[in-house]
């Protein structure tokens, strides 16, 4: 069955910082990968996603993620964060030909001033 | 426009009973999804349709959970003798089509407790 890792359930970092949350999946067949946020008291909102083609995916609010095939990865990062970053960040899969989303089980971002 | 919505956003109930959680879709999306976020977990995906019909339940974790959408709008997820263990977010999302790949719209969640 697919899985997702998220390996750091805990993120501080200081404002203006840049920050990598590692994401990674098991499945070595063709996968879309995605990023969600989740704000205090809100819904989960989408990030970005990969599909196909560059690997190398921009995303709202300065975000951006890497595919990497070979490593199995799909980490996220942003170069300077901003208080209102803090939240928490999901990394999910669905494999090709399914709908459901996989999960991780989510990094806490809290950036401090 | 209006996202997905939720109701209700809290609920709380006692052991054995049953209860009835409602997602209201975006307008005009086919494809509406249900997930279940225990504490400290991510989201897991319970059950799945495309239109009126059920097209994935493989996450629904027992014959106490069931779920419908009589109209291809509007979802109930049904829980029946309830039990400590259902205590979680139960969230909502929509997309367009329901295609592979697409955007899931999430709603605010409804959060069950079971005394």
């Known amino acids: 069955a697919q899985s997702v890792t998220q390996l750091d359930s805990q993120v501080p970092v200081f404002e203006e910082a840049p920050v990598e949350l590692r994401c990674n999946y098991s499945s070595s067949v063709s996968v879309y990968l995605f990023w969600y946020v989740q704000y205090p008291n809100q819904g989960l909102q989408l990030l970005l996603k990969?599909?196909?083609?560059?690997?190398l995916v921009k995303g709202i609010n300065g975000f951006e993620a890497e595919f990497n095939k070979s490593q199995t990865s799909f980490h996220l990062r942003k170069p300077s964060v901003h208080i209102s970053d803090t939240a928490e960040y999901f990394c999910a899969v669905s494999q090709g030909g399914s709908e459901k989303l996989v999960f991780g089980k989510g990094t806490k971002l809290t950036v401090n001033p | 426009g209006a996202g997905v919505s939720q109701t209700p956003s809290n609920k709380v109930t006692e052991k054995g009973k049953y209860v009835e959680l409602r997602c209201d879709p975006i307008s005009g999306h086919t494809a509406l999804y249900w997930y279940r976020q225990s504490l400290g977990q991510g989201p897991e995906f319970l059950i799945y349709?495309?239109?009126?019909?059920?097209?994935?339940d493989s996450g629904l974790p027992n014959d106490r959970f069931f779920a419908v959408r009589p109209e291809g709008s509007v979802s109930t997820l049904k829980i029946q003798r309830t039990e400590r263990g259902d205590s979680a977010v139960y969230l909502c999302?929509?997309?367009?089509?329901?295609?592979?790949?697409?955007?899931?719209?999430f709603g605010p969640g409804t959060r069950l407790l079971v005394l």
């Open positions: 349709f495309q239109g009126t019909g059920a097209a994935d």
């Open positions: 990969y599909l196909s083609g560059s690997t």
């Open positions: 999302a929509s997309s367009l089509t329901g295609g592979v790949g697409e955007t899931q719209y």
